[in-house]
């Protein structure tokens, strides 16, 4: 599967973005989908899971009850709905796939996934 994110930019403090993150190949539906981000001289983060049917989700608790993950599975496509957006959230942000036989597994470590799109970048200014 190819992954492809979109949707990054510029937000102000307390603001909202929405990431896409639109994939092509089969059996989208098989794969469980996380977001991860990377902020200058830093390491790579985990944000967000979902499992393959969307009816799970786990996130970092720097983001819980600010971001939202969903996915449409019709669409091939997986979002961050990012709202109240704070500076400390400017980062590289990244979609992964990892194809699973699990169907209520999410996956919080990056190693686990098999497949990552290219980033986008969201700066969030003060």
């Known amino acids: 599967v190819q992954l492809q994110a979109s949707g990054g930019g510029l937000a102000q403090a307390g603001g909202s973005l929405r990431l896409s993150c639109a994939a092509s190949?089969?059996?989208?539906?098989?794969?469980?989908l996380g977001w991860f981000r990377q902020a200058p001289g830093k390491e790579r983060e985990f944000v967000a899971a979902i499992n393959w049917s969307g009816g799970r989700t786990y996130y970092a608790d720097s983001v819980k009850g600010r971001f939202t993950i969903s996915r449409d599975n019709a669409k091939n496509t997986v979002f961050l709905q990012m709202n109240s957006l704070k500076p400390e959230d400017t980062a590289v942000y990244s979609c992964?796939?990892?194809?699973?036989?699990?169907?209520?597994?999410?996956?919080?470590?990056?190693?686990?996934?098999?497949?990552w799109g290219q980033g986008t970048q969201v700066t969030v200014s003060s």
């Open positions: 190949g089969r059996s989208f539906s098989s794969y469980a």
């Open positions: 992964a796939a990892v194809m699973t036989f699990s169907s209520d597994t999410v996956y919080r470590e990056g190693r686990e996934y098999n497949y």
